[in-house]
C-alpha cells in the first residue's frame, strides 16, 4: 500500500521540524558553555531518530562551531581526503548519516573531528609534525 501524498508530506515536515530542533538545541548548547556535548548528543539522536540522519553536517558545524558554509565545506573537504573518499556532488551534500555509516567504522567522524580541531578558527591545536630523529 502506497502513503497518500499528504501523509508523506506530513512525515516530510515533522521530518524536518526535528532536525531543526536539533539543531536549535545543538546552538545554544554551544552558545552556552556546554559545546562538549553537541557531538555526544548529535550521535545519540542520530541512532534513536533516522531523520537526524539525513541532516546535513555543514549545518551541524555552523551550529556548533559557528562555522560559514564554505568553512564547513572544506572542513569536509579535509574529511574526504583523508576517508580516501569524494562525495557524488558537493561537500554540502554530506549528510549525518554518510559520516556515521557503520562500514567505515567511525573513520569519516574522526577525520572530521580532526578536522575540526586542526582549524585555528575553532581550536588552537596543531598536530605535532614527525620527529625525524626517534
Known amino acids: 500500500m502506497v502513503p497518500s501524498p499528504v501523509t508523506a508530506h506530513q512525515g516530510l515536515r ?3 521540524i ?9 546552538k545554544q548548547l554551544a552558545d552556552t558553555g556546554r559545546g562538549i556535548e553537541c557531538i555526544p548528543l548529535l550521535v545519540d ?12 553536517v555543514w549545518q551541524a558545524d555552523q551550529a556548533i562551531f559557528g562555522s560559514s558554509h564554505a568553512r564547513a ?7 574526504c581526503d583523508w ?3 569524494r562525495p557524488k556532488h558537493s561537500y554540502g551534500t554530506l549528510t549525518v548519516g554518510w559520516l556515521l555509516d557503520a562500514r ?7 577525520a572530521w573531528l580532526t578536522a575540526l580541531a586542526a582549524d585555528p578558527m575553532i581550536a588552537a591545536w596543531a598536530p605535532e609534525p614527525p620527529d625525524p630523529y626517534r
Open 18 to 26: 526535528r532536525r531543526a530542533a536539533l539543531l536549535a538545541e545543538l
Open 73 to 79: 565545506c572544506k572542513h569536509l573537504a579535509q574529511t
Open 104 to 110: 567505515t567504522n567511525g573513520a569519516r567522524l574522526l
Open 45 to 56: 539522536r542520530a541512532d534513536r531518530d533516522k531523520a537526524i540522519l539525513a541532516l546535513h
Open 83 to 85: 576517508c580516501g573518499t
Open 14 to 16: 515533522e521530518a524536518t
